[in-house]
């Protein structure tokens, strides 16, 4: 049997490759409870916010008029190409296509499966082309798909493409430098790594400038060293080679390259960034990370995460201390690791890996790269085991021991007793094999069944172990209260996606307009995308700083990295936007909308004064921009001394004075829509005033800001508050508590209440910790009559826009008198120039409203209007990848003229 195995290897040796990854997999999916192996969603961290909402909507193109460029379920309307290319343009995305999306977290963990088999194909072919087919291979290529990376990042699904594309590039190297010829597949896997995610994209190639300079002096013997400079000459055509193929796979890749560069702009994360050498970590630590069990699920503010298995931990010291590894290995790829480690370490380098974007959530993204070349040097050591001396295997071991006890000396946060032992039961194991192997060797200088039967099967048993077991506590570190939290169970998520839904079908089936909807609960930010709705809100690392501002001037939560719905802002704000229906989990609401329907306990709400997503304004809006950021006066202000009107002394706009402003610039002359609360009181308890900081005097007391006032009014009353940062408080309404304030998702314009004539209101603001920061404060009615004034003249100018698809609209538009001159026709989605708008048939100049909006001028009379968006970059890029697909094509062609000298490959090109 074994005779026959070893006959058959170079056709099994890539199916184990692949299968063992995926059964092992699928048994650790078991044993979690993932569904669709049990009752657990493997949605976690920010597949659970975030990318299962991207990969719900990505379905949607293919089945609905939503678009790949543009979206109007990305918060008010946002570019999807460049969206796309950050985390959707991965291949494997199409198995999700016919996946139900209540369904979708079983389909996200089988496709998954599905790749990490891949990614140990992939390996497992580089280590064969280079050293030849063995089943070895085998124990390198799982430890390649189980890496500490791939586990800590599960839910990073996005980057998973790329590092199963990464060892393909690198074997494309390889080539380019042994055979000093063009090689096709590093063209083609780089260009396919960039178009999947441009991000993971960019580290694989300042990593494959590393790994060529590594192979150029390593796989080039009559080089023998950077001093010998005739024979590096002499292979200078490798290098060539290297440069042209390497801008090809780039410029291959335009069409999604250059829509990622261009929808970058305005991202506040890529402003201002500090050029700083500090230190991210104590590096002394850095090796924690290579333990086995090590991740406890802290990938945010944890050490990079570069486990790769115990056997290559092992060999990777050996690799160091044995005499038939060469000193220009040993030193080249001790620079190599090097330079990762800094590039971990030092803050300035991180953020140049990452793109010259400080890394949210996960600060070391490229540290696949170190695992992957720890992996390819460790079994250059492990093909050569029986040249292994027993003294190098006891000094890694004590190297182990020392490392160990500094590690418990310093209390390492990752590293404890548990992580300790089962690495180093796993250390002495692989030892134990390695001394078995080379007695068994001197014992027998032919091939030794013994050897081939047992030991090496063996090792494999032992690297699967370790590699299966970090990868289940890895993934279930995620997880600690899986049992108490019905949250994660397959039944909530399917809940919602099918109430939601059912709720949303309705709505269509009962209305054909071109309208918003969004909620007062939520499972994500990305709702909208998931379920297939037009919203207000959204969250990805591609979001413009714009669109997030522009919500947050309308008093909708923004908090710098997403700007949300949340628990809304007024009710002009909702009808400006266009939200003409109200998801609640409450059965009333203190704005002017009627009950359109029930749905199990949720009820949905018709808002009658929503406006069509166009409308006319005058010129004064291209002028309107809230001032949210100025400090001037804000004491005054902040204490309740003002003067209660609408613009305050320092002649800028708050949120509700902003609005009424919007009001105006709309036609409407009547009474403000809002209206400042006259008389605020303002006291202290127990704390002391220090500028806009109130410090807590008495721990052991009760802490707080009262502002009071009486209502003189019959209408429901507003209330914002502005601060530096968010801070635990509390507030109290005339003894009734509400949500927390000046927290990351509860801060926002908010309703006050409503209260009889004459009452005193009292609003009280607890500090939870030892202070309070407080800038302003902002009390308003809401005039329900002047909201109805103001929408019968903000329409008098009819405006109808219809979807055709996300990135094409049609409308038609009648404009009355506009005077000397012309209006403004404003669409309630962001400024972009990519937005073509046609008014009967001729091009208009877009314009920014509002400081966000688009808008074109129109003048009097019926128009039709029409407006197509194009992603620049996709514009931009077509043409150049076409131009190099080309250059590809030549270069295949030219090369099949030449005899292929690596026919045995399975990638031979």
């Not at 202290?684 to 410090?695: F, I, M, Q, S, W």
Request: with cysteine; hydrophobic share 45%.
């Amino acid at each position: 049997m074994f005779d026959f195995l070893y006959g058959k290897r170079r056709i099994l040796c890539p199916l184990f490759a692949f299968l063992i990854p995926v059964v092992l997999m699928v048994f650790i999916s078991i044993a979690s409870g993932f569904y669709p192996f049990g009752k657990y969603s493997i949605l976690m961290a920010d597949m659970r916010y975030q990318f299962v909402d991207y990969f719900g909507y990505m379905k949607k193109i293919f089945f609905s008029d939503d678009t790949y460029f543009y979206s109007f379920s990305k918060t008010f309307g946002g570019d999807m190409a460049g969206l796309a290319a950050y985390y959707c343009n991965t291949p494997f995305l199409l198995l999700l296509l016919f996946v139900p999306n209540d369904l979708l977290p079983g389909g996200i963990l089988i496709m998954m499966i599905v790749m990490i088999g891949f990614i140990g194909l992939m390996f497992n072919i580089f280590l064969t082309e280079i050293y030849g087919s063995r089943y070895t291979t085998l124990i390198f290529s799982t430890a390649y798909a189980f890496m500490g990376y791939l586990m800590g990042y599960f839910n990073c699904v996005q980057y998973f493409f790329n590092i199963m594309m990464l060892p393909l590039v690198m074997l494309g190297i390889y080539r380019i430098v042994k055979t000093e010829r063009v090689s096709i597949l590093y063209i083609i896997s780089q260009a396919l790594s960039i178009f999947s995610s441009y991000y993971i994209g960019y580290m694989i190639c300042i990593f494959s400038i590393c790994f060529f300079i590594y192979l150029y002096f390593t796989e080039n013997d009559d080089i023998e060293g950077i001093r010998d400079v005739k024979h590096i000459k002499g292979h200078l055509r490798s290098l060539f080679i290297y440069i042209g193929t390497s801008v090809v796979g780039v410029f291959i890749s335009a069409v999604s390259l250059f829509c990622a560069v261009i929808s970058l702009r305005g991202q506040s994360s890529r402003k201002h960034i500090p050029l700083s050498l500090k230190g991210n970590f104590n590096i002394t630590e850095i090796f924690s990370g290579m333990y086995s069990t090590a991740f406890h699920g802290n990938v945010s503010d944890g050490l990079p995460l570069i486990y790769c298995g115990t056997i290559a931990l092992l060999f990777l010291m050996l690799f160091y201390l044995s005499r038939f590894i060469t000193k220009k290995e040993k030193i080249l790829s001790a620079l190599i690791l090097v330079f990762l480690i800094l590039g971990f370490y030092v803050d300035i380098l991180n953020v140049a890996w990452h793109g010259f974007s400080y890394p949210i959530g996960f600060p070391y993204r490229n540290s696949f790269l170190f695992s992957f070349m720890v992996l390819f040097i460790s079994y250059k050591s492990f093909i050569n085991i029986g040249k292994i001396r027993n003294r190098s295997i006891i000094i890694s071991l004590i190297i182990y021991v020392i490392y160990s006890i500094y590690m418990c000396v310093i209390k390492n946060e990752t590293v404890g007793i548990r992580e300790i032992m089962i690495t180093g039961i796993y250390l002495i194991l692989t030892s134990l094999l390695i001394i078995l192997f080379n007695i068994n060797k001197r014992n027998d200088h032919r091939r030794s069944p013994l050897i081939l039967q047992y030991i090496m099967p063996v090792f494999l048993v032992v690297a699967l172990c370790d590699a299966s077991y970090n990868a289940y506590v890895s993934l279930n570190a995620y997880f600690p209260e899986k049992n108490e939290d019905q949250s994660i169970t397959i039944d909530a998520f399917k809940d919602f996606v099918d109430e939601t839904g059912a709720i949303i079908e309705t709505i269509d089936r009962e209305d054909k307009g071109f309208f918003r909807v969004d909620k007062l609960y939520r499972r994500s930010n990305n709702d909208p995308m998931l379920i297939g709705y037009n919203g207000l809100s959204h969250f990805s690392s591609c979001e413009t700083e714009q669109a997030m501002r522009f919500l947050g001037s309308l008093g909708f939560r923004d908090n710098g990295n997403w700007a949300f719905y949340g628990e809304g802002s007024t009710t002009f704000a909702d009808c400006f936007m266009g939200m003409k229906y109200l998801l609640s989990q409450y059965d009333e609401t203190p704005k002017p909308y009627t009950l359109f329907f029930n749905y199990n306990d949720k009820s949905i709400f018709l808002n009658p004064y929503a406006m069509p997503l166009c409308f006319t304004m005058d010129e004064n809006s291209l002028s309107l921009k809230l001032n949210k950021d100025d400090n001037d006066d804000k004491e005054d202000i902040a204490d309740g001394t003002g003067t209660g009107s609408n613009i305050n002394s320092a002649g800028k706009y708050d949120h509700f004075s902003y609005q009424n402003a919007l009001a105006r610039s709309m036609g409407y002359a009547g009474e403000d829509i809002y209206k400042s609360v006259e008389n605020v009181g303002f006291k202290t308890v127990n704390l002391d005033k220090d500028g806009h900081t109130y410090r807590v005097t008495d721990p052991s007391e009760d802490a707080y800001i009262e502002y009071s006032f009486i209502n003189q009014r019959n209408d429901f009353i507003f209330m914002y508050f502005t601060a530096d940062d968010l801070q635990e408080t509390r507030i109290v309404v005339n003894d009734l508590e509400k949500q927390p304030y000046f927290t990351t998702y509860g801060w926002s314009v908010r309703e006050l209440g409503h209260f009889p004539e004459g009452e005193e209101v009292k609003v009280r603001i607890y500090a939870e910790q030892d202070k309070i920061t407080l800038l302003n404060n902002e009390f308003y009615y809401e005039d329900k009559q002047a909201i109805a004034d103001w929408y019968e003249a903000a329409t008098r100018d009819k405006c109808e826009l219809n979807k055709i698809t996300s990135s094409h609209l049609t409308g038609k538009v009648n404009i009355t008198h506009s005077g000397k001159n012309d209006k403004l026709l404003v669409f309630s989605f962001p400024y972009e120039e990519e937005w073509t708008v046609l008014i009967d048939g001729n091009k208009a100049e877009n314009k920014k409203a509002a400081d966000g909006l688009l808008a074109v001028y129109i003048s009097e009379g019926e128009h039709d209007i029409e407006l197509k968006y194009m992603p620049k970059g996709f514009v931009l890029g077509v043409p150049v990848s076409m131009i190099f697909l080309i250059i590809l094509i030549i270069l295949i062609i030219k090369r099949k003229k030449i005899p292929d000298t690596s026919s045995g490959s399975l990638l031979s090109c």
